[in-house]
């Protein structure tokens, strides 16, 4: 099975967000970067099935220079080779543009399999994948829990509302998003780190008519507001006055 | 890859593996004294342990600023690295000095974690620094050495396989020099205890797998001796940069574990109606700390550099331990005033890293050695002692 995973660079949880001067952005100059966390969990997936499948990983990221380090990190996890699609412009783009350069460095290469992270950490539109497998004209599947390959197809299980799941066949090719926790992450190995060194990463140019789809207005912190409300009644009322708040309006039970 | 490019993902990769061992994960096990066994045998079998070891041998064949790299990060991610670096180096004395067959026998199963290299026997009750007084005594017979003596501090003998052993071949009466005639012997542990070597756990401040060892007419097979006899003071000698090196990346990833929980805390805690890190009495005691593990760093990578391009090294090395450790020991003291009486709570972990970066200034050389060496090797200074 030859499958294609996409990840995404995204500004580590630890670094300290502050809005950039054009209020559309986070400071990310000398940021920290990781790997997109349900992109990760994709990548793990893809490993697994090509150790139970056999068959080749491809890891493809789409972004600036600085999004290299991923794609090492990858490699060093165990992904074959790496397509990396290299643009300033790509570095904080919407879903439809990052999709529309992922399809053009990948459509040729024809995979069984194209995994992508539910959403990302940063942005969390949760279309990238979904808009690429319409690029692409294979059918997808959206927070992806377990992944079975059956003959000629795939059997996965997606997650719903409230702890519902759904089975859903599909044929292959096909898109799956990947939603976190799925699997348990292996560490890269120092083998891995210095055997990536030598896999190979092919640079390719986004399509030359690469134009954002939407634009991101303004960025802001929320305010913080403190209300007090207080819930009137007998203490028999009040309290199943506070469950009902706390469950339909805070919804934190 | 670049080398730049190499240690950032070296890391990004140990941290990753660490934030799977939390701060409960290391608190608990202090609280039991246990080791940390989870913790060692997934850095093993991610291969960091074999960083050092040629590749030949089954290794990375990486230099002493990536291995250097591994255990900061472990440090620094809230964990004691203290509990396997003697992994990553020991073996270097085997390897420099070793047997073409004990390198090929042993090396590729130190590099694979089969068989665990941690424990280094030299320290003694009645001797402490003055290493070449030592009293245990390797004796030869016939194709064995009987081993009679005693050994303190000895950390992690519980949890190896082996064990090298500094003992003395020839009487110091007999040697012309008194660093001649010591010897380094590779013991087999999981034949010798129970055989003429006893072990005994020490109760510590910290959780290192330290003990008392006794040995009562052990035999030691001659193959098992590493290198020359009466060389052991020179093979000792030549480990002991690595180790400064790598112990003064461990205080700077816990220099900087400190500072980033001093600097959260100041910043979060509120009394006076203020953040405490407003208050110029926290907030620059912090930022001094700061200051001081940032320029040990700069030391410690330069002592790494001249070790990897096969320089002498001596001094930076040492400066490098004794700066990364003073700079670890007061961002420890300066976090521990910024938790007010929280420090002080066990849930914290600042108590358990406070007595843990404690241990660098007394071991594996204690800050007045350092500065016995510098005077006497680097300034020229009259040998003081
Ligand atoms: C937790 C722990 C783990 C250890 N693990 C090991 C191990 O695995 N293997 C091993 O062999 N050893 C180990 N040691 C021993 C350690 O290396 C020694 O404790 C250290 O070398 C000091 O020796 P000592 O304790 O006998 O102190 P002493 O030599 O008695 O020194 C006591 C004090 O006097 C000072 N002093 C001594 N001589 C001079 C001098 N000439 N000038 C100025 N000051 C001097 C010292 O700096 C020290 O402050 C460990 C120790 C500890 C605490
Ligand atoms: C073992 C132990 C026993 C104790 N026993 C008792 C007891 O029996 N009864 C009791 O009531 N309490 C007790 N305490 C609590 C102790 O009195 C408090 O820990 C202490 O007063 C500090 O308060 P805090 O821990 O909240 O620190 P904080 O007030 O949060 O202070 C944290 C740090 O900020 C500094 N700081 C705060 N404000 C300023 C400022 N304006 N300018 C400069 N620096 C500032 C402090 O000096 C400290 O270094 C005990 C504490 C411990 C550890």
């Given amino acids: 099975m030859k499958i294609a995973v996409c ?36 990548l793990e997936e893809a490993l697994r099935l090509k150790e139970q499948h056999g068959g080749e990983v491809v890891v493809c990221s789409a972004g600036p220079a600085r999004v290299a380090q991923v794609i090492r990190e990858a490699l060093a996890r165990g992904a074959d080779r790496a397509i990396r699609v290299e643009s300033d412009a790509l570095a904080a783009a919407d879903s439809g543009m990052v999709a529309e350069a992922l399809a053009a460095a990948i459509r040729d290469e024809a995979f069984d399999l194209v995994l992508t992270g539910l959403q990302s950490d940063d942005q969390g539109f949760a279309q990238t994948g979904v808009v690429l497998a319409e690029l692409l004209g294979i059918p997808h599947a959206t927070i992806i829990m377990e992944v079975q390959v059956a003959d000629g197809g795939l059997r996965v299980k997606r997650e719903l509302e409230g702890g519902w799941f759904q089975w859903v066949s599909m044929r292959s090719p096909a898109l799956l998003t990947i939603q976190s926790g799925i699997n348990q992450l292996r560490y890269a190995t120092l083998r891995g780190i210095m055997a990536a060194k030598k896999k190979e990463v092919r640079v390719v140019e986004p399509p030359a008519d690469l134009a954002p789809h939407h634009e991101i207005l303004e960025l802001y912190v929320p305010e913080k507001g403190k209300q ?15 469950v009902r708040v706390l469950r339909e309006e805070a919804r934190v039970i | 890859m670049t080398n730049s490019e190499l240690h950032t993902d070296l890391r990004t990769a140990v941290r990753e593996l660490c934030s799977r061992f939390p701060d409960s994960y290391w608190r608990e096990l202090d609280a039991q004294e ?39 990060e472990v440090n620094r991610s809230g964990g004691n690295a203290a509990a396997c670096h003697a992994q990553l180096y020991i073996m270097g ?9 004990q390198r090929r026998h042993y090396l590729p ?45 000895i950390s992690r003998v519980e949890h190896s396989d082996l064990m090298l052993l500094v003992a003395r071949t020839t009487p110091l009466e007999e040697v012309k020099k008194r660093t001649e005639g010591l010897s380094v012997f590779l013991v087999d542990l999981r034949e010798a205890i129970g055989h003429g070597m006893t072990v005994r756990p020490i109760r510590a401040m910290i959780n290192h797998a330290s003990t008392e060892v006794f040995f009562d007419d052990l035999e030691v097979p001659v193959e098992n001796r590493v290198g020359d006899e009466g060389q052991g003071f020179r093979y000792l000698l030549d480990g002991l940069n690595a180790e400064r090196i790598l112990i003064a990346a461990e205080c700077v990833g816990d220099g900087r574990w400190f500072i980033e929980r001093a600097s959260r805390y100041a910043r979060d805690r509120v009394v006076f109606g203020r953040p405490i890190g407003q208050n110029q009495g926290i907030q620059f005691p912090i930022a001094r700390a700061y200051v001081n593990v940032e320029a040990a760093d700069l030391m410690r990578i330069r002592a790494a550099d001249l070790f990897d391009a096969g320089d002498p090294c ?15 020991w007061e961002a420890a003291n300066v976090t521990m005033q910024t938790y007010g009486g929280y420090g002080f709570a066990q849930e914290y972990d600042i108590e358990r890293k406070f007595r843990e970066t404690r241990l660098y200034q007394t071991a594996p050389i204690s800050t007045n050695l350092i500065l016995a060496y510098i005077g006497q090797h680097v300034l020229d200074l009259p040998r003081s002692f």
């Fill in chain 2, 109 to 153: 199963k130190i590099a694979s974690g089969e068989l665990r290299l941690q424990a280094f026997a030299v320290t003694e009750p009645t001797t402490g620094t003055d290493t070449t007084q030592m009293k245990t005594m390797a004796v030869r017979r016939g194709d064995h050495y009987v081993v009679n003596g005693q050994k303190v501090w």
């Fill in chain 2, 34 to 72: 246990a080791y940390p066994e989870e913790f060692v045998r997934a850095l093993t079998e991610a291969g960091y342990l074999a960083a050092l070891i040629p590749e030949d041998l089954g290794g990375s064949g990486l230099g002493i600023a990536e291995a250097s790299i591994i255990l900061e």
């Fill in chain 1, 228 to 242: 007090t409300r207080l819930i009137e009644g007998s203490p028999a009322e009040a309290a199943k006055e506070l």
């Fill in chain 2, 314 to 328: 001596g001094a930076e090395a040492n400066m490098a331990k004794l700066l990364a450790a003073d700079a670890s």
């Fill in chain 1, 7 to 42: 990840v995404k660079q995204v500004v580590t949880r630890e670094w300290p967000l502050r809005v950039d001067d054009t209020r559309t952005w986070v400071q990310d100059r000398d940021a920290s970067f990781e790997m997109n966390e349900p992109d990760a969990y994709a």
């Fill in chain 2, 93 to 101: 004395t085997l390897l420099r000095h070793g047997s073409e067959a």
